[in-house]
């Protein structure tokens, strides 16, 4: 990997395609210590076509989450993948059990990888909360989180550092990870050196099982793919 200057940011995201629901760049030179992380989403919840937020409650896979994690597995056998961790929730290790058993490697577990706690908004939908706490949601979702909610920048932070702390534990590996949408998408904004505020709108959907590919080396990060399908949608 180039030397980095001071005056440089400590994370590089590449020119990239879109097309309108997955990114992807062509891919740099591994450096040595490079490590390869597969962030994936855990499938599909019983929750998922209410919207309603599930944040730390241990909420179940539907039978369509169970499928993606089925194909997330098959995925997963093919990659080359040294580890696979997993947030505690049933539904992250659910997903995650399948990629582990067949690549028969054990399923390492971190609470850091648990889903940002919502607060008030566990178990509801936005039309079950006031209005105005709603509004102030939307119009800046990290200065203004619902009520009694882990604050944004904290979780940020608690997910940098446990991909952090993989990067360190599984040098030079390829990793899946799966976690949870939000703290995924906190943890990218603090790792590109986006301001969280923008969390929402930077990355507006991330697909159950789709994968981020994130090289991690040192106190660099470079965003490699975003939101890729790994099969059963």
């Not at 395609?17 to 760049?25: F, L, N, P, Q, R």
């Not at 030179?29 to 409650?57: C, F, I, P």
Request: charged share 20%; glycine share 12%; aromatic share 6%.
């Amino acid at each position: 990997m180039p030397t980095r200057s001071a005056a440089e940011p400590v994370s590089r995201l590449a020119p990239a395609y879109w097309d309108g629901a997955h990114i992807g760049v062509e891919r740099c030179d591994r450096g040595h210590g490079m490590t390869t992380l597969y962030l994936a989403r855990h499938g599909e919840t019983v929750w998922h076509e209410e919207n309603r937020y599930a944040g730390v409650s241990d909420v179940a896979l539907s039978e369509r989450g169970r499928r993606q994690a089925a194909a997330l597995g098959r995925w997963a056998a093919g990659r080359g993948i040294g580890a696979v961790w997993a947030s505690p929730l049933g539904r992250a290790r659910g997903t995650a059990a399948p990629a582990a058993n067949a690549l028969g490697l054990p399923l390492k577990v971190d609470t850091d990888l648990s889903e940002v706690d919502f607060g008030a908004a566990e178990g509801r939908v936005l039309a079950e909360m006031p209005a105005g706490e709603v509004a102030a949601f939307r119009a800046d979702p990290a200065g203004s989180p619902f009520p009694g909610a882990e604050d944004p920048a904290k979780a940020a932070a608690r997910g940098a550092g446990v991909l952090r702390h993989i990067a360190d534990a599984e040098p030079g590996a390829r990793v899946l990870v799966v976690t949870h949408s939000t703290l995924l998408r906190l943890t990218l904004c603090e790792l590109l050196g986006l301001p969280l505020a923008s969390y929402r709108r930077a990355f507006p959907r991330v697909r159950n099982c789709a994968v981020t590919e994130l090289d991690l080396s040192g106190g660099s990060a470079g965003l490699i793919a975003y939101n890729l399908p790994t099969g059963d949608e």
